[in-house]
């Protein structure tokens, strides 16, 4: 799982780069985004377990 939230991290840290540069609303910033829910939710997911 430790792996996992490093990934999380650095999606999060990708995403917010990706803000700066294009806006929030841009489609690379969404993709992101969504990206980083899927990796939130299937670490929730696991913790549930």
């Not at 700066?20 to 993709?31: A, P």
């Amino acid at each position: 799982m430790g792996n996992l939230l490093k990934e999380i991290e650095q999606c999060r840290k990708e995403m917010i780069k990706l803000s700066i540069i294009h806006g929030l609303t841009s489609d690379v910033v969404v993709q992101s985004s969504q990206r980083l829910d899927r990796l939130i939710n299937e670490y929730q997911k696991q913790s549930a377990s």
